[in-house]
T-cell receptor, first 114, second 116 residues
Framework: EAQVTQNPRYLITVTGKKLTVTCSQN?????MSWYRQDPGLGLRQIYY???????DKGDVPEGYKVSRKEKRNFPLILESPSPNQTSLYFC?????????????FGSGTRLTVV | AQSVAQPEDQVNVAEGNPLTVKCTYS??????LFWYVQYPNRGLQFLLK??????LVKGSYGFEAEFNKSQTSFHLKKPSALVSDSALYFC??????????????FGSGTRLSIRP
């Protein structure tokens, strides 16, 4: 089944403790992206990657890092999480012309930073 | 600034009645337009898209959307609502067309509630 897999689904952590949210897709998509979803704000793009070793900032990149060493994986790294990063996170992927076909989304990771 | 607006936080409709979820956008050029639906504890699912051609686009689950270039709108519609349509709906716009996949702008979402 074609899908985007995120792990974990739920995560509670403490301020300052580094964490990684994994994202993997099995559709050979070139393009991957991370979004955070907050009430009343919709989805805001954190980082995106056009292909292996090519990443760029989205609208809200502060406090996050990403890497794209393999085509299928696009982990989101929070080096020193803070409470304002408590949110619902989505990974998405698309083919090279993703704007044409739209995204495939993962099921989300609900992160709570205390 | 490029943006997408969903003016209603919530839309309440009785089952069997028609529904409309509104979306307007402000982007340059000829954008691609999308609707996504999110059910509780799930990721976003693609409903339909407008690229070019007929202004009325049909999608999944009986939904359709009408593109209006002069009003820069892309309203989601369904002739007869079902309770199972209750979910969070997002309008999205890609301002860069088919030449790039780097940017899709999402609206803030509209919660659709269908009462039996």
């Amino acid at each position: 089944e074609a899908q985007v897999t995120q792990n974990p689904r739920y995560l509670i952590t403490v301020t300052g403790k580094k964490l990684t949210v994994t994202c993997s897709q099995n559709m050979n998509h070139e393009y991957m992206s991370w979004y955070r979803q907050d009430p009343g704000l919709g989805l805001r793009q954190i980082y995106y990657s056009m292909n292996v070793e090519v990443t760029d900032k989205g609208d809200v990149p502060e406090g996050y890092k990403v890497s794209r060493k393999e085509k299928r994986n696009f982990p989101l790294i929070l080096e020193s999480p803070s409470p304002n990063q408590t949110s619902l996170y989505f990974c998405a992927s698309s083919s090279k012309t993703g704007s044409f076909y739209g995204y495939t989304f993962g099921s989300g990771t609900r992160l709570t930073v205390v | 600034a490029q943006s997408v607006a969903q003016p209603e936080d919530q839309v309440n409709v009785a089952e069997g009645n028609p529904l409309t979820v509104k979306c307007t956008y402000s982007v340059s050029g000829n954008p691609y337009l999308f609707w996504y639906v999110q059910y509780p504890n799930r990721g976003l699912q693609f409903l339909l898209k407008y690229i070019t051609g007929d202004n009325l686009v049909k999608g999944s689950y009986g939904f359709e959307a009408e593109f209006n270039k002069s009003q820069t709108s892309f309203h989601l519609k369904k002739p007869s609502a079902l309770v199972s349509d209750s979910a969070l709906y997002f309008c999205a716009v890609s301002p860069q067309g088919y030449s790039s996949a780097s940017k899709i702008i999402f609206g803030s979402g509209t919660r659709l509630s269908i009462r039996p």
